[in-house]
Nanobody, 129 residues
Framework: QVQLVESGGDSVQAGGSLRLSCAASRLPYSCVGWFRQAPGTGREGIAT????????RYTDSVKGRFIISRDNTYNTVYLQMSSLKPEDTAMYYC????????????????????????WGQGTQVTVSS
């Protein structure tokens, strides 16, 4: 069974940076994604990366500020977050699954939560103004 453990969450001021890590026992799936959930809202996919690390996808709200990457030697996926905003405050989760999709705008790992099979417990990110 695949296990995912997130770390790196913290409280920071707006404009700051954080790097989240997702350590996996193994990664037999084609995709890994980072998701977040703020209180009272649904869980949203914000960044995904393919098995080889060569294809990434970002939701518009984090594009240009967050970078997802993976190190397959250590079965770890990272989310480098910069220019953090108070609206980035949420619990951040990583998840793995066979979520590759082919679309008109290109092929990449889906950001849909339903496409991901295994989830971590989450790490809290709080951004104050």
């Amino acid at each position: 069974q695949v296990q995912l453990v997130e770390s790196g969450g913290d409280s920071v001021q707006a404009g700051g940076s954080l790097r989240l890590s997702c350590a996996a026992s193994r990664l037999p799936y084609s995709c890994v994604g980072w998701f977040r959930q703020a209180p009272g809202t649904g869980r949203e996919g914000i960044a995904t990366v393919s098995a080889g690390g060569g294809t990434t996808r970002y939701t518009d709200s984090v594009k240009g500020r967050f970078i997802i990457s993976r190190d397959n030697t250590y079965n770890t996926v990272y989310l480098q977050m910069s220019s953090l905003k108070p609206e980035d405050t949420a619990m951040y989760y990583c998840a793995a699954g066979d979520a590759w999709e082919i679309g008109q705008s290109g092929s990449a790992c889906s950001t849909a939560t339903a496409r991901y099979k295994t989830w971590g417990q989450g790490t809290q990110v709080t951004v104050s103004s």
